[in-house]
């Protein structure tokens, strides 16, 4: 499956919307992405994360780890795919930490999940803690990156699919200036 079918995907589930839209950080964006809207599919789920999985078929793995919450419906899917180990960093006090009594062993071999990486700021959280722990990453698997290839992780990467974020201040916003009502999504309601 390629990056036109991953598409086809995002757009059929309304994962991705085309619009007007109020985002939570306060910037209005032509598109909207919520991929949970694609991933409460386990049968697209199973296909989005089959890329991740056999990119990384063939290199040696112990465990796939992923920050919660997005990060844990793939890092569970592909770590199935593979036969490895799942765990999860959440989020405590603003850090990520583990908990559950997971635990990274020294050596241990290590590829990250996540659903969506926009600056790749959780992900790059998750692999320092890999390195504390004294573990080692291998690898770092994407459903979208919406960087559009401009973050690197410094090991092999892949995402099912790229994209550029396209986002306004609401002052500049062309949308705004040509009178389009704004929507904040999963509300309907026009702002
Ligand atoms: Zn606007």
Redesign the pocket.
């Known amino acids: 499956m390629g990056q036109e079918n991953s598409l086809d995907i995002f757009l059929q589930t309304n994962a991705l919307l085309e619009g ?1 839209f109020l985002l939570t950080s306060g910037k ?1 964006s032509n598109q909207y992405f919520q991929c949970a809207k694609v991933l409460q599919y386990p049968g697209y789920a199973e296909s989005l994360c089959n890329i991740i999985a056999e990119h990384f078929q063939l290199f040696e793995i112990d465990t796939v780890i992923a920050p919660a919450i997005g990060g844990i419906v793939v890092g569970q899917e592909v770590a199935r795919q593979l036969n490895k180990k799942s765990i999860f960093a959440e989020r405590v006090d603003g850090h990520l930490v583990l908990r559950r009594g997971f635990e990274i062993s020294e050596g241990e071999k290590v590829l990250v999940c996540e659903d969506v990486v926009t600056t790749g700021g959780s992900v790059f959280e998750v692999i320092d803690i890999v390195k504390e722990y004294g573990g080692e990453v291998v690898g770092v698997g994407m459903i979208v990156d919406r960087s559009n290839g401009k973050v690197k992780f410094g090991v092999s990467q892949i995402s099912t699919l790229e994209m550029e974020a396209v986002t ?1 201040e ?1 002052e500049d ?1 062309p ?2 200036k040509d009178g389009i009502p ?1 929507v904040k999504p999963g509300s309907r309601e026009i702002v």
């Open positions: 007007h209005h306004y609401p916003c949308l705004c704004v």
